[in-house]
């Protein structure tokens, strides 16, 4: 083993003690290496007990199973009794693989006439030795370990039908893309036959899943369960989901209901309601965030930057989650741009480059050059390539991305015609037709 393997590997455990998980993406993005060699890392540290592999990372082991050595009820087993709660007798329910159902299944022999799904072989085995009725639809072996998740359509047969599903973590991502889209697959195919579907989970998977914007996947969930390690950021970020979340103790669960459900809030400071296309564009955006169902907070700059500060002081005050900024000074957007920064809210900045900000637009030189190269096509025409002056419109209080766009159009004219300096005169557009005409005059 070379030396910088063992300082990574090294590194890794002090990571996983410090954050209790560790990602395999985010180990390797750090380290630069592929996910396989990170891979390959933890399955050595937890051959090592130094690790405890879970999907899409590794815990560190003396964190992840107390139960094992103490007595006291581990984090999966925690979860687990909190969900054994929800189940009574003579249901038909069905539970997911992985640690915290297995965990689940392990507590059933207090309930009587059960019907169990399952699509793990180890939850099938230890139930098999119970009364309770048992089905397997999935099961398959892979490298010695049950991981299930076969063909959906092929181990779930039509007319299944089950009052509650118990997921069992949120990720499966250790075991290639093939096992990941059938495992899916059948998730889904669960869900849709389920009245209730209930995630059992550990603090620290839930954690680095909702800090990776992993959210999505909780559209169906109707019940959270965690256990008490869960930081109160994490909470806080779920609250958006509106999904009750059930919290268990050693002893003891505390129920989070009635979460409340804040809709995002975008703001949008457009260019200038006067001009056909930012009227174009304010028009896309209601459009696009209604369809999505999120707030939109609209504001008119009127091509002026001290507008453009008091709108944003506004998005400020109400607490908007993203900015979208239309602004031509270049010299307010900055300003802008440290305002919200200083808010911690995201900016994108629509046609001008701000510095700091996410750019939606174009290739300012090259738009320009293309039409530049179109109009010398025209004059070569028309014109037999001859022009006695050429008004180049442009925008200085915008800075240099509009001059970008000017000087493209002349130097796509220039592949055209002949045209020299002093017949080409630049003007102030001011960003409107009619100081343009004004000032070609």
């Not at 118990?166 to 389920?194: E, I, K, N």
């Not at 602004?327 to 300003?335: E, F, G």
Request: proline residues 3%; contains cysteine; neutral net charge.
């Amino acid at each position: 083993m070379s030396a910088r393997t063992k300082e990574r590997r090294e590194q890794i455990v002090k990571l996983a003690k410090q954050d209790g998980f560790v990602s395999v993406v985010e180990l390797a993005q750090q380290f630069q290496v592929s996910e396989v060699t990170i891979r390959s890392d933890l399955d050595v540290l937890e051959s090592q007990e130094l690790l405890t592999r879970t999907h899409g990372g590794a815990f560190c082991s003396e964190q992840r199973r107390p139960g094992r050595n103490t007595g006291i009820p581990g984090r999966a087993e925690r979860v687990a009794n909190g969900a054994l709660a929800l189940i009574d007798d003579y249901d038909a329910i069905m539970i997911e693989g992985g640690d915290a159902g297995l965990s689940l299944a392990l507590r059933l022999q207090d309930r009587r006439g059960l019907m169990v799904y399952s699509d793990s072989i180890d939850i099938a085995v230890q139930l098999g030795k119970s009364t309770h009725t048992v089905a397997l639809i999935g099961g398959v072996i892979a490298d010695g370990r049950s991981i299930g998740w076969p063909d959906a359509n092929q181990f779930l047969p039509a007319g299944v039908r089950a009052r509650c599903l118990f997921l069992s973590g949120l990720s499966q991502d250790d075991f290639g893309r093939d096992v990941v889209v059938r495992r899916d697959t059948l998730r889904r195919r669960m869900m849709d036959v389920c009245d209730q579907v209930v995630l059992m989970v550990e603090s620290a998977d839930l954690a680095a899943w909702v800090k990776r914007d992993q959210q999505g996947d909780f559209e169906r969930i109707t019940r959270i369960i965690t256990d008490d390690a869960i930081d109160s950021a994490t909470i806080t970020r779920l609250a958006g989901t509106g999904i009750p979340m059930t919290i268990c103790g050693t002893a003891s669960r505390r129920h989070v209901e009635n979460m409340p459900v804040r809709r995002w809030r975008i703001g949008f400071a457009n260019q200038d309601e006067r001009l056909p296309f930012a009227a174009a564009v304010r028009s896309g955006m209601v459009t696009a965030t209604t369809q999505a169902g999120v707030d939109l907070l609209l504001a008119d700059n009127r091509s002026d930057g001290d507008v453009a500060l008091a709108n944003v002081e506004s998005f400020i005050k109400a607490q908007v989650d993203l900015a979208v900024v239309f602004n031509t000074d270049a010299r307010a957007n900055n300003m802008i741009v440290e305002a919200l920064r200083q808010v911690n809210v995201p900016v994108i900045a629509i046609d001008i480059p701000i510095p700091g900000a996410t750019f939606f637009g174009f290739d300012n030189y090259r738009a320009g050059l293309m039409t530049g190269r179109l109009l010398g096509q025209y004059v070569r025409r028309q014109w037999h390539g001859v022009v006695d002056v050429v008004f180049s419109l442009g925008l200085p209080i915008s800075g240099p991305v509009p001059a970008a766009r000017m000087q493209g159009q002349i130097d796509g004219l220039r592949e055209q015609i002949s045209l020299s300096d002093n017949r080409i005169t630049h003007l102030d557009s001011r960003n409107t037709s009619v100081d343009s005409c004004a000032a070609t005059r």
